[in-house]
């Protein structure tokens, strides 16, 4: 039994969601809320030209593919997760949401987590790089005090 006739657009999102890298079930999840279609994880596989069951795959769609893909690893800024901002707010919601549970233990593992993504700068750990002369390393000569005493 043929899956239900898909329009170019749902098409088009379903070919560009597997070039995103999303998994087949949540793609599946997405075109049920984006078109209203239920469709399964075999018609959604066929829409993949890197899957064997995408062979078929027409050169339009696999050319679309191969667009999307090669944009999506090339310009990560599209992703809002990527961006340390978007972290540290969603960490923000979810603090708040951990403290007004009460769930302490969770609340402070997220602020903790937000600590490092601003670089640690609300934690008493400081990362101090020392160098010697020119940037190379710090020369140490061990010397006893009978040595010392004999320099002065």
Request: hydrophobic share 40%.
């Amino acid at each position: 039994m043929a899956g239900p006739k898909l329009s170019d657009e749902a098409k088009a999102f379903i070919i560009q969601s597997l070039a995103c890298f999303d998994g087949l079930a949540v793609v599946v999840k997405a075109v049920k809320a984006e078109f209203g279609i239920e469709i399964s994880r075999q018609l959604c596989e066929s829409h993949d030209p890197t899957k064997k069951a995408g062979v078929k795959l027409g050169e339009r769609w696999r050319v679309l593919f191969e667009e999307t893909r090669k944009a999506f690893l090339e310009d990560s800024s599209q992703i809002a997760i990527s961006h340390r901002s978007v972290r540290l707010r969603t960490l923000q919601r979810m603090a708040e949401k951990a403290e007004t549970q009460g769930n302490m233990v969770l609340a402070a593992s997220l602020l903790e987590q937000a600590a490092k993504e601003v670089g640690d700068s609300y934690t008493n750990r400081h990362k101090l790089e020392h160098t010697g002369r020119d940037g190379g390393p710090i020369q140490t000569e061990n010397k006893s005090w009978r040595q010392v005493l004999r320099e002065d």
